[in-house]
């Protein structure tokens, strides 16, 4: 499957710098799970294969580059933070801490999950509003099948 963001882009939009993590702290995986769980379920199908095509048209670059490479980096980083909170190695899994830093506890790092998430949600309504006004990818986007036009979340609950 084809990445439409990489590691180092991940980084530069989520973080702010290349400096910050290494481009291998950002696997593939990660950046695959969360094009597969967060941009297919909103774009549709349809849509999906030809962001996922192997000579995407002009349309299709543009609107990645224009409109989903923020939130699919806002997304991976949500997923990579708890990984990036603990270390594992010869000692097993591990958190790191030294002597001028503490790591952050559990509950900050679900917060600081959460603002990940919702300001990726946040860009990704705005993708799928632009979406619908493109000609090609337009005429196959289908908003009754976006997941987040039939659910909300309203203070932890699913509606």
Do not use: W
């Not at 559990?106 to 509003?129: F, K, M, N, S, Y």
Request: charged share 20%; hydrophobic share 45%.
């Amino acid at each position: 499957m084809k990445q439409l963001i990489t590691s180092a882009e991940v980084i530069s939009i989520a973080f702010g710098t290349n400096n910050t993590l290494r481009e291998e702290a950002v696997p593939a995986h990660t950046i695959l799970a969360a094009q597969r769980r967060f941009v297919r379920p909103v774009v549709g199908e349809a849509v999906f294969d030809l962001l996922m095509a192997e000579s995407p048209t002009e349309e299709c670059e543009g609107f990645i580059r224009d409109y989903l490479k923020v939130p699919l980096a806002l997304y991976v980083a949500s997923l990579m933070l708890p990984t990036l909170a603990v270390t594992v190695g010869s000692a097993g899994v591990v958190r790191l801490s030294g002597e001028s830093f503490e790591a952050a506890d559990g509950v900050a790092l679900r917060g600081a999950v959460r603002r990940l998430r919702h300001d990726a949600e946040a860009l990704i309504d705005a993708a799928t509003e632009h979406l619908a006004t493109l000609p090609t990818l337009g005429a196959l986007y289908r908003p009754e099948e976006n997941v987040r036009s039939r659910t909300r979340l309203t203070g932890g609950i699913v509606l």
